[in-house]
């Protein structure tokens, strides 16, 4: 047992501390392949009075301090160093105020994303910030990694619905950024600061989001290709037709066949290509923007659109998307997700080029994802045991992440840098910036105790 778990005993109790190496074990990866590490304790937290005290302990004694969520993070964020307090926000989980006046909710930092999509819902509101992990990820962790999910076209990331947050500094002092007013230019917008820091500026402890108005309506459509530039070709026709819908999700040929085989929901295994196409709204201007949608695809060369009738078929043609990364992870023992994001006008090149760099590294590799954001999710089915085949996806990765950048993209349109992508960081933003970023932690952060060695090292 660390010297310091006694200390932190007499603030939480003993029930609120984990440190035997069975429990440390849980805590000491997320959702991401290959990475793992080991904490000194976890501590459970139920109060912003008690994270506070926790940073105030960590600070003066200079112990790293890794925030955790649910731990569904894809990009090794929450993944613990040695000699590291894990600070779990999962019991900090109660939903404070839904206010139907100003249509917003406050909630503590572990709130489950999917409690907050149904009380809203119950409300006749939305939450619109959907992450396909959203059943499982806490809102701390949402905003951390400024989470996107398959709405992101029309809605926006969780960025969009952030009005305000308490965090605890590094130095444990307790501040609230933002507020409920709609409108507010006094002085910088700091929440933003924090929004997408990986824990690495600070641990947010609550957080008050915006809701907006239930569509009254929604319009299903799923899309089957022989080629899959034709699928690409209908995204940017759709937009250029001034529609734009909530969704526009596509998978490529393994991923249909790995989804069909999982999920028997009758997808044509043959297509090289399918599009999931929704729109929301008013019933009069969606069923003509859906009308629209079909001919759109039917001109740029889809085999087959089907119009979901009633809720029932809608919900089976969203599951061939929600269920697509669960599907690729029964393939191999090891799934690595990877989510280059390119302006979309660029996404029939970036698909083929993953599609090219899968079979010169003889990988498999499965593409699916958020076609209306340019978010690409290339998919590595592999075994990190084979140390040979892990080369070569480290290859493929790097090949990718430079074409990206090329394009005028990003290493990572939504699941962050953490301990994943460090490496590459660098080259996406350029050495400028990143040296801002560093000159932020420098000052937010000076000892560097928050979630040290995640996004850049100093
Ligand atoms: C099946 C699956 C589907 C997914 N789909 C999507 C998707 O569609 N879109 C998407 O964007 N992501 C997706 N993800 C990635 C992941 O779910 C998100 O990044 C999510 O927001 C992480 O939430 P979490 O609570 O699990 O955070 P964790 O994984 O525990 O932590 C993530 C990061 O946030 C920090 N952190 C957590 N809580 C706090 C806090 N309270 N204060 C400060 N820092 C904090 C951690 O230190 C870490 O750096 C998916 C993951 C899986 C496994």
Same mark, same amino acid.
């Given at each position: 047992?660390?010297?310091?778990?006694?200390?932190?005993?007499?603030?939480?109790?003993?029930?609120?501390?984990?440190?035997? %190496?069975?429990?440390?074990?849980?805590?000491?990866?997320?959702?991401?392949?290959?990475?793992?590490?080991?904490?000194? &304790?976890?501590?459970?937290?139920?109060?912003?009075?008690?994270?506070?005290?926790?940073?105030?302990?960590?600070?003066?004694?200079?112990?790293?301090?890794?925030? =955790?969520?649910?731990?569904?993070?894809?990009?090794?964020?929450?993944? %613990?160093?040695?000699?590291?307090?894990?600070?779990?926000?999962?019991?900090?989980?109660?939903?404070?105020?839904?206010?139907?006046?100003?249509?917003?909710?406050?909630?503590?930092?572990?709130?489950?994303?999917?409690?907050?999509?149904?009380?809203?819902?119950? $409300?006749?509101?939305?939450?619109?910030?959907?992450?396909?992990?959203?059943?499982?990820?806490?809102?701390?962790?949402?905003?951390?990694?400024?989470?996107?999910?398959?709405?992101?076209?029309?809605?926006?990331?969780?960025?969009?619905?952030?009005?305000?947050?308490?965090?605890?500094?590094?130095?444990?002092?307790?501040?609230?950024?933002?507020?409920?007013?709609?409108?507010?230019?006094?002085?910088?917008?700091?929440?933003?600061?924090?929004?997408?820091?990986?824990? #690495?500026?600070?641990?947010?402890?609550?957080?008050?989001?915006?809701?907006?108005?239930?569509?009254?309506?929604?319009?299903?459509?799923?899309?089957?290709?022989?080629?899959?530039?034709?699928?690409?070709?209908?995204?940017?026709?759709? /937009?250029?037709?001034?529609?734009?819908?909530?969704?526009?999700?596509?998978?490529?040929? *393994? #991923?249909?066949?790995?989804?069909?085989?999982?999920?028997?929901?009758?997808?044509?295994?043959?297509?090289?290509?399918?599009?999931?196409?929704? #729109?929301?709204?008013?019933?009069?201007?969606?069923?003509?923007?859906?009308?629209?949608?079909?001919?759109?695809?039917?001109? &740029?060369?889809?085999?087959?659109?089907?119009?979901?009738?009633?809720?029932?078929?809608?919900?089976?043609?969203?599951?061939?998307?929600?269920? $697509?990364?669960?599907?690729?992870? =029964?393939?191999?023992?090891?799934?690595?997700?990877?989510?280059?994001?390119?302006?979309?006008?660029?996404? $029939?090149?970036?698909?083929?080029?993953?599609?090219?760099?899968?079979?010169?590294?003889?990988? =498999?590799?499965?593409?699916?994802?958020?076609?209306?954001?340019?978010?690409?999710?290339?998919?590595?089915?592999?075994?990190?045991?084979?140390?040979?085949?892990?080369?070569?996806?480290?290859?493929?990765?790097?090949?990718?992440?430079?074409?990206? *950048?090329?394009?005028?993209?990003?290493?990572?349109?939504?699941?962050?840098?953490?301990?994943?992508?460090?490496?590459?960081?660098?080259?996406?933003?350029?050495?400028?910036?990143?040296?801002?970023?560093?000159?932020?932690?420098?000052?937010?952060? %000076?000892? &560097? /105790?928050?979630?040290?060695?995640?996004?850049?090292?100093?």
């Amino acid at each position: 047992m660390d010297k310091f778990v006694p200390d932190l005993i007499a603030i939480l109790g003993q029930e609120r501390v984990l440190f035997e %190496p069975e429990h440390l074990a849980v805590y000491g990866f997320d959702g991401t392949a290959a990475l793992s590490g080991t904490a000194s &304790c976890v501590a459970f937290p139920i109060t912003t009075e008690e994270v506070s005290k926790i940073v105030k302990y960590a600070a003066a004694h200079k112990v790293p301090v890794v925030s =955790r969520g649910s731990g569904t993070g894809l990009s090794g964020g929450s993944i %613990p160093q040695a000699g590291s307090i894990v600070l779990c926000l999962a019991k900090m989980d109660k939903v404070l105020e839904l206010d139907e006046k100003n249509l917003t909710v406050l909630v503590e930092a572990g709130v489950i994303t999917l409690t907050v999509t149904e009380l809203a819902d119950a $409300a006749g509101l939305l939450y619109p910030p959907d992450p396909g992990s959203g059943k499982i990820s806490t809102i701390g962790g949402n905003v951390a990694e400024n989470s996107g999910g398959l709405r992101g076209l029309k809605y926006g990331v969780t960025r969009d619905y952030v009005m305000g947050m308490e965090v605890v500094l590094a130095s444990g002092e307790v501040v609230w950024l933002g507020n409920k007013c709609v409108k507010d230019v006094a002085g910088y917008s700091m929440k933003d600061v924090f929004i997408g820091s990986e824990g #690495t500026l600070g641990i947010i402890t609550r957080v008050l989001l915006k809701l907006v108005p239930k569509p009254q309506a929604k319009k299903t459509l799923l899309a089957t290709y022989s080629r899959m530039d034709a699928a690409a070709e209908t995204v940017s026709a759709i /937009i250029a037709a001034k529609i734009i819908p909530c969704t526009l999700e596509f998978l490529d040929k *393994i #991923t249909i066949q790995c989804v069909e085989d999982f999920a028997h929901i009758g997808l044509p295994l043959d297509a090289e290509a399918i599009l999931l196409m929704e #729109t929301d709204g008013h019933p009069a201007v969606i069923a003509e923007e859906a009308a629209r949608m079909e001919e759109i695809a039917r001109k &740029c060369g889809a085999v087959t659109v089907q119009v979901a009738q009633t809720a029932n078929e809608t919900d089976k043609l969203s599951s061939a998307r929600r269920s $697509a990364f669960s599907a690729l992870a =029964r393939i191999s023992p090891t799934t690595i997700l990877e989510d280059a994001t390119v302006p979309r006008s660029e996404l $029939a090149k970036m698909v083929n080029f993953i599609q090219g760099v899968a079979q010169r590294y003889n990988l =498999r590799v499965g593409t699916f994802g958020h076609m209306g954001d340019g978010n690409l999710h290339p998919t590595f089915l592999t075994d990190e045991r084979n140390k040979e085949e892990m080369h070569r996806v480290e290859q493929a990765m790097k090949e990718i992440f430079d074409f990206a *950048i090329q394009l005028g993209g990003t290493i990572t349109g939504e699941h962050g840098v953490g301990l994943a992508k460090k490496g590459f960081l660098a080259a996406s933003i350029g050495n400028a910036s990143l040296e801002l970023i560093k000159q932020l932690k420098r000052t937010l952060d %000076p000892d &560097c /105790i928050l979630n040290p060695g995640k996004i850049f090292d100093l």
